[in-house]
Nanobody, 123 residues
C-alpha cells in the first residue's frame, strides 16, 4: 500500500558528510511521523532520528549535534543530513513512516519500512 524508497548512502571518510533521502508513495492519507533507523552488523536496529507531524524531532544521543532530520510534507519525504561522520556510524540506514493509508473502510493505521541504504564511514 505504501512504499518507501531511500537514497543517498555510500562510502565516505571519517569527518565527511552524507545526506539520505526517503520518499513515500502509495495510498497515503496522512503521515504522523517519519524516522531513520540503522543496523550495524551484529547489532540490533536502533532509532537514529524521528520527526513528527508537528516537526518536533528526537535523536539518538550519539548523533545529536551531527545529524539533522527534516521533512517535506508536500513530497511525503524525509531527509537525514549527517555531518562529522564517524566509523561507528557505519550501518544500513532504514527509513520508517507511521502513517494512515486510504482503504475502502476509511483511513487505517499503517507502518512502512524502506529496504535500507548502506552507509560506510572509513577511518
Amino acid at each position: 500500500q505504501v512504499q518507501l524508497v531511500e537514497s543517498g548512502g555510500g562510502l565516505v571518510q571519517a569527518g565527511g558528510s552524507l545526506r539520505l533521502s526517503c520518499a513515500a508513495s502509495g495510498k497515503i492519507f496522512s503521515i504522523n511521523a517519519m524516522g531513520w533507523y540503522r543496523q550495524a552488523p551484529g547489532k540490533q536496529r536502533e532509532l537514529v532520528a524521528v520527526i513528527a507531524s508537528d516537526d518536533s524531532t528526537n535523536y539518538l544521543g550519539s548523533v545529536k549535534g551531527r545529524f539533522t532530520i527534516s521533512r517535506d510534507k508536500a513530497k511525503n519525504a524525509t531527509y537525514l543530513q549527517m555531518n562529522s561522520l564517524k566509523s561507528e556510524d557505519t550501518a544500513v540506514y532504514y527509513c520508517n513512516a507511521a502513517l494512515m493509508v486510504t482503504t475502502p473502510v476509511g483511513p487505517t493505521d499503517f507502518r512502512s519500512w524502506g529496504r535500507g541504504t548502506q552507509v560506510t564511514v572509513s577511518s
